[in-house]
């Protein structure tokens, strides 16, 4: 199973869709997408390579979509401006 050891970084692509950079337990670093949308609640969602990378197990990712989360709020504040 794949092991999350630290992101590297998060970048916002264009509106609420972020680029994450992980980098495995292994040294590897590899990019994926997400994106915010946004209703009631804001939700997070991912790309079909980011649940293959967890092999479907996305539990030990939940630190990885409140860090997206906590970003989006940070643009829409205007903390962060890419």
């Known amino acids: ?3 999350i050891d630290r992101l590297k970084a998060i970048r916002r ?3 609420s869709v972020y680029r ?3 980098e495995g337990s292994d040294g590897t670093v590899r990019s994926f997408i997400f994106d915010v949308h946004e209703g009631d609640i804001q939700v997070v969602s991912w790309r ?3 649940a293959s990378y967890m092999e479907q197990n996305l539990g030990p990712a ?3 979509f409140e860090a997206v ?3 989006h709020r940070a643009v829409q504040r205007g903390v962060h401006r890419p």
Request: hydrophobic share 55%.
């Open 69 to 71: 989360l906590s970003f």
């Open 48 to 50: 079909p390579d980011f």
């Open 1 to 3: 199973m794949a092991v």
């Open 62 to 64: 939940a630190p990885v």
């Open 20 to 22: 994450v950079e992980l």
């Open 13 to 15: 692509e264009d509106g």
